[in-house]
T-cell receptor, first 112, second 111 residues
Framework: GENVEQHPSTLSVQEGDSAVIKCTYSDSASNYFPWYKQELGKRPQLIIDIRSNVGEKKDQRIAVTLNKTAKHFSLHITETQPEDSAVYFCAAISHNAGKSTFGDGTTLTVKP | DSGVTQTPKHLITATGQRVTLRCSPRSGDLSVYWYQQSLDQGLQFLIQYYNGEERAKGNILERFSAQQFPDLHSELNLSSLELGDSALYFC??????????FGPGTRLLVL
């Protein structure tokens, strides 16, 4: 089955610095890669996603890159703010097979 | 608010018991997904339903079962509960696209 590895498990940065979280997946049938932000005790919320026919996508301070050949994708957050502190999950989804596999999450702490 | 609703918000029960968690998807969404999130853990995909039919199965225990009704709401049934089943259970829904929208979750505590 699909396996998604996410690194690092914890990340601490100073306010204003950039943060990068990386994920690798195993199933070449995966064609959709969302990133979710989860604050303590709350629901995961979609922050950005990318489909397998695109290499990069950006939304203000957040960007995602995808390397299909290497089967890895990354989340980049620039100019981090304390409110960016949360757990971030990547996922690899095979829409045709209906299978969703999430990474184990990265706890991001942004220090003021 | 994602438009996905889950009831109850909290559930406390004893080992060996059976509970039912309910999920109502966003209006028009045909797909419903169930996930388990244990303390400080990731999201474990349990099962997906599409328009009333089971579409994909993840790491769902045999003690757990789910169904999706004609009005598209879904229920997750957990039986013979064990201490280790204590977790947050999330439901998500999606429409014609792949994006999954999560509900607020049901926090289950098994004592």
């Amino acid at each position: 089955g699909e396996n998604v590895e996410q690194h690092p498990s914890t990340l601490s940065v100073q306010e204003g610095d950039s943060a990068v979280i990386k994920c690798t997946y195993s199933d070449s049938a995966s064609n959709y890669f969302p990133w979710y932000k989860q604050e303590l005790g709350k629901r995961p919320q979609l922050i950005i996603d990318i489909r397998s026919n695109v290499g990069e996508k950006k939304d203000q301070r957040i960007a995602v890159t995808l390397n299909k050949t290497a089967k890895h994708f990354s989340l980049h957050i620039t100019e981090t703010q304390p409110e960016d502190s949360a757990v971030y999950f990547c996922a690899a989804i095979s829409h045709n097979a209906g299978k969703s596999t999430f990474g184990d999450g990265t706890t991001l702490t942004v220090k003021p | 608010d994602s438009g996905v609703t889950q009831t109850p918000k909290h559930l406390i029960t004893a080992t060996g018991q059976r509970v039912t968690l309910r999920c109502s998807p966003r209006s028009g969404d045909l797909s419903v997904y169930w996930y388990q999130q244990s303390l400080d853990q990731g999201l474990q995909f349990l099962i997906q339903y599409y328009n009333g039919e089971e579409r994909a199965k993840g790491n769902i225990l045999e003690r757990f079962s789910a169904q999706q009704f004609p009005d598209l709401h879904s229920e997750l049934n957990l039986s013979s509960l064990e201490l280790g089943d204590s977790a947050l259970y999330f439901c998500a829904s999606s429409g014609t696209g792949e994006t999954q929208y999560f509900g607020p979750g049901t926090r289950l505590l098994v004592l």
